[in-house]
């Protein structure tokens, strides 16, 4: 498994459970000389990803990109898969796959997290997820034009009604033949929804694409009270080598949350 810590590039995003905020070439730095492998982009968009000369940052730096993120849509646009108007979905569509194709040129997913929505109002759950799955449908496909899966994010329920179990949306992604989408399972979310953290793990099994490295308080491994050996247990289990990636509270400080998250995935994945 490798290491990866969050670096926003969104500044409306500046109060969420990012670790680094001050700009790419700060986050880059402090990554690695802390040993990380990789850093995780929350960009403004997909111009402005392409803009920052990111693929030369990484380069110069010997890092890779683990993921890039797609919440400023909604934080700036208020934009989703769900939303009862036709257009706004559109626009949700045309800004999600903007970014797989930037992030996919370079060689990394992207994660429908925020940007999923919710079933409310005109938009009950029981017409907002088939719209759900024909994003993710067409998203997905989009993505692996790139040699990439699209990463789906379920949330806990006080952030959405759609999916907030992993067994849940591994059935959705299943039922509608979503074979170019994966899992994205955030342990912070999963303390929230789930029963047996291992146990979803493990039923998942090859769906889980990437993980989010974070506490049952948001903050860094081993900050808060989730017994962690289980989870990396059940992720040698099922043959998981992808990221351990710190999307947590820059918390007491940005250096001392990357610090205990590099720290915390060293103790418990050996390196």
Same mark, same amino acid.
């Given at each position: 498994?490798? +290491? ?18 001050? =700009? ?30 990111? %693929? ?32 706004? /979905?559109?626009?949700?569509? +045309? ?12 060689? %990394? ?33 989009? %993505? ?64 889980? =694409? ?46 001392? %949350?990357? /610090? ?12």
């Amino acid at each position: 498994m490798h +290491s990866a810590v969050t670096v926003c590039l969104v500044p409306e995003a500046r109060q969420g459970p990012f670790v680094f905020h001050e =700009g790419l070439d700060a986050g880059c730095r402090a990554a690695v000389e802390l040993g990380f492998d990789g850093v995780e982009i929350f960009p403004e968009s997909a111009a402005g990803l392409e803009g920052s000369g990111l %693929a030369r940052r990484l380069a110069a730096h010997g890092l890779t990109l683990a993921a890039v993120g797609s919440g400023a849509g909604w934080v700036k646009h208020k934009l989703h898969l769900c939303h009862p108007e036709s257009t706004v /979905r559109a626009q949700a569509v +045309s800004f999600i796959g903007e970014l797989v194709d930037r992030a996919g040129e370079l060689g %990394a997913p992207v994660i429908v997290g925020s940007m999923q929505g919710r079933g409310e109002g005109a938009m009950a759950r029981e017409q907002a997820i088939p719209l759900l799955a024909e994003a993710l449908h067409a998203l997905g496909d989009r %993505a692996a034009r790139h040699g990439q899966v699209l990463l789906y994010e379920p949330l806990n329920r006080y952030e959405t009604n759609l999916f907030n179990r992993q067994a849940d949306a591994a059935e959705c992604i299943k039922a509608h033949g979503l074979t170019t989408v994966k899992l994205l399972c955030d342990l912070f979310h999963m303390n929230i929804e789930e029963a047996d953290m291992p146990a979803a793990l493990i039923a998942c099994g090859d769906l889980v =694409g990437h993980i989010h490295w974070a506490d049952s308080n948001r903050q860094a491994i081993g900050f808060g009270h989730t017994t962690v050996e289980p989870i990396v247990g059940a992720l040698a289990q099922i043959g998981y080598h992808g990221y351990l990636s710190a999307e947590v509270f820059p918390f007491p400080t940005p250096l001392a %949350a990357a /610090r205990q998250s590099i720290e915390s995935c060293r103790t418990f994945t050996k390196g």
